[in-house]
């Protein structure tokens, strides 16, 4: 079975995380400092804080940006949950832009029909792995005096108008989940080049206290002090040693993850049931995922049909994302709100992600298409008889 992502794991991974398991530190200590500096260094920005999840990044850069209830923050309707959830643990409410057809990136045009008195912030969430439009955001967000936050879980090694991802937004998080461009296991980061707003993350994530283990074992001193509210968000040594040699692998993982799209695209054209998604040649792509929209007319079976017969057939597909506010959740907590964002809805119903990570080999990629195509001929030998 082909799963749709996965992670890659070497044997320097593996020793580096042997490594501090032998060392004294195993969470809190030299291995996070490092993590934090080669973030900041491959992202271009000043500041990383290092947490245990990308939802707890998305929660502490709702923290730094100073979100709380009352505000509203414009999020796309085509996204993980946790970009929404992240605003109402601090109480604010996410607000649903939709998103470019052809993309699924989320829509200016939209983002300006839903700012209101009380927007505060958008988060863009850069799908699949494609950078959204930088700089029509930031003008929007500079417009209406809004902080721009960007949910880069898909797009860590990506790039818009010459700068990385991360460089990109006031704030900008990763998920180092083992789907995800590299791994620590679990982990997530958010960069920024708020200096105030980073020492504001860092007491957050443990549990609001202002000052750290190591800072008081310089001072000498015994107590600590709770400022604030806080969470224990705090990622351990042992996975931050993997998260540091898998960052060395970066711009390998996307340009392999750059070829094996191009060569989709390339044996995909002559499946007339099926379309990549569209992506902006001038930007820096980081394929995290590879999402086709299935047409159920030419293909003469749903989108979910065609999912369960490549599973028979070992070729492990998903779908990103049922639109968030569909959800149960969000049905009851915010009421119904579908048609809200039509082409968002429509969408799902077409897009299916195929496999795509460094690790998959060109033969597998002919088999992955092969599979796409004989589910079509299937269907239309099935109704021939
Ligand atoms: C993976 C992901 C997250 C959450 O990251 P975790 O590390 O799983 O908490 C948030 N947003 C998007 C878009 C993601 O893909």
């Keep these: 079975m082909l799963p749709y992502g996965k992670q890659s794991i070497d044997k320097d991974d593996i020793e580096a995380v042997t490594e501090v398991l032998h060392s004294d530190w195993l969470t809190t200590g030299p291995k996070v400092v490092e993590l934090e500096r080669e973030f900041a260094v491959t992202t271009s920005t000043q500041e990383a804080v290092a947490v245990n999840s990308g939802t707890a990044a998305l929660h502490c850069a709702m923290v730094g940006a100073g979100l709380g209830p009352g505000d509203e923050v414009i999020v796309p309707a085509i996204t993980f949950v946790?970009?929404?959830?992240?605003?109402?643990?601090?109480?604010?409410?996410?607000?649903f832009a939709d998103v470019n057809s052809e993309t699924l990136l989320?829509?200016?045009?939209?983002?300006r029909q839903k700012i209101t008195a009380k927007t505060k912030a958008i988060v863009a969430m850069d799908y699949g792995g494609?950078?959204?439009?930088?700089?029509?955001?930031?003008k929007i967000a500079d417009d209406y005096d809004l902080t721009l936050i960007s949910d880069a879980c898909h797009s860590l090694g990506g790039s818009y108008a010459g700068r990385p991802v991360g460089s990109l937004a006031d704030?900008?998080?990763?998920?180092?989940h083992p789907i995800k461009q590299i791994t620590a296991g679990e982990g997530g980061i958010v960069v920024t080049n708020d200096q105030e707003a980073a020492t504001r993350m860092r007491s957050f994530r443990n549990h609001g206290i202002t000052t750290d283990f190591r800072e008081r074992q310089k001072g000498s001193v015994h107590?600590?002090?709770?400022?604030?509210l806080g969470f224990n968000y705090r990622i351990t040594d042992i996975q931050c040693a993997l998260g540091v040699s898998q960052l060395k692998k970066l711009a390998r993982f996307t340009r392999r993850r750059?070829?094996?799209?191009?060569?989709?695209?390339?044996?995909?054209?002559?499946i007339p049931f099926v379309r990549p998604l569209e992506a902006d040649?001038?930007?820096?792509?980081?394929?995290?995922?590879?999402?086709?929209?299935w047409d159920a007319a030419e293909a003469g079976c749903t989108r979910d049909e065609a999912f369960r017969q490549l599973k028979s057939r070992g070729i492990g597909t998903n779908v990103h994302y049922l639109p968030v506010y569909l959800h149960p959740y969000y049905q009851a907590s915010f009421g119904d709100q579908s048609g809200t964002c039509p082409v968002a809805e429509s969408a799902y119903e077409q897009i299916l992600s195929i496999?795509?990570?460094?690790?998959?080999?060109?033969?597998?990629?002919?088999?992955?298409?092969?599979?796409?195509?004989?589910?079509?001929?299937?269907?239309?030998?099935?109704?021939?008889?």
């Design 355 to 385: 496999p795509m990570y460094p690790g998959l080999v060109e033969a597998e990629v002919r088999k992955v298409v092969e599979e796409i195509r004989l589910v079509g001929e299937t269907v239309v030998a099935s109704r021939a008889a």
């Design 258 to 270: 750059n070829d094996i799209a191009n060569f989709y695209r390339t044996l995909l054209e002559d």
């Design 223 to 228: 107590c600590y002090s709770m400022e604030h």
């Design 171 to 176: 704030f900008t998080c990763f998920s180092l």
């Design 130 to 138: 494609q950078p959204c439009d930088y700089n029509t955001l930031r």
């Design 106 to 111: 989320i829509d200016p045009d939209s983002i």
């Design 281 to 293: 040649p001038n930007l820096g792509h980081a394929y995290h995922l590879f999402v086709v929209k």
């Design 82 to 95: 946790a970009t929404a959830n992240a605003a109402i643990y601090v109480g604010a409410q996410p607000v």
